[in-house]
């Protein structure tokens, strides 16, 4: 277990109201990750972090903004809900496993999920 | 345009077989490949990777093979069983990106 938790794990919300989704984790990684996951695309990349106040856009990030202003808490805002972004929203953590080539292997490590639904 | 593409959406295989499960990825950049499982209702887990400068890895019943000229991994497991029945997520990366495929439902019959 590395130690994340997503919450809420269920919403349900109405369209134009604004969600705020947490990931909390307990073993200081650099880097974290909000993934969404909708049938036929698998996980796109919404929003990562590579430090506190340090994040960056995906490929899927429009409607979308995040916050990390401490290592251990990264959140994801919906400043309007759209019934499109009904979705299960995932965090994640990078990890190295060490002795995989050179520089060891990156990895991600996975909350549990948050699943939002906007009616 | 997906960089990573996983063209069978649904693989069915008999309890004992193998299980082969394939990826493509565009970028030439992608210098680590990854598989992860996923149960309803659960996150991703990790299952193995391999680096691009391999060709296979091996763990348990596991294996993963890549094909750097064809662009092409493969996920083997062998022997298959129920349990494995989920949806597996080829992944690539380089750095800090992290680019999954859409996804194979793996069952696994009795």
């Known amino acids: 277990d590395a130690g994340i938790t997503q919450s809420p794990r269920h919403k349900v919300t109405e369209t134009g109201t604004p969600v705020t989704l947490r990931c909390h984790q307990t073993e200081n990684h650099r880097y974290m990750y909000w993934y969404r996951q909708d049938p036929g695309h698998g996980l796109r990349l919404i929003h990562y972090?590579?430090?506190?106040?340090?994040?960056d856009k995906g490929e899927v990030s429009d409607g979308y903004s995040v916050s990390r202003s401490k290592t251990e808490d990264f959140l994801l805002t919906l400043e309007s809900a759209t019934s499109s972004q009904t979705s299960v929203y995932f965090c994640a953590i990078r990890i190295t496993f060490p002795g995989q080539g050179r520089s060891g292997a990156n990895v991600l490590t996975f909350g549990a999920g948050s699943r939002l639904t906007v009616l | 345009d997906q960089q990573v593409k996983q063209n069978s959406p649904s693989l069915s295989v008999q309890e004992g077989r193998i299980s082969i499960l394939n990826c493509d990825y565009t970028n030439s950049m992608f210098d680590y490949f990854l598989w992860y499982k996923k149960y309803p209702a659960e996150g991703p887990t990790f299952l193995i990777s391999?680096?691009?400068?391999?060709d296979k890895n091996e763990d348990g019943r596991f294996t993963v093979f890549l094909n750097k000229s064809a662009k092409h991994l493969s996920l083997h497991i062998v022997p298959s069983q129920p349990g494995d029945s989920a949806v597996y997520f080829c992944a690539a990366s380089f750095s800090q990106n992290f680019v999954f495929g859409p996804g194979t439902r793996l069952s696994v019959l009795p």
């Open positions: 391999i680096s691009s400068i391999k």
């Open positions: 972090s590579y430090g506190v106040k340090d994040t």
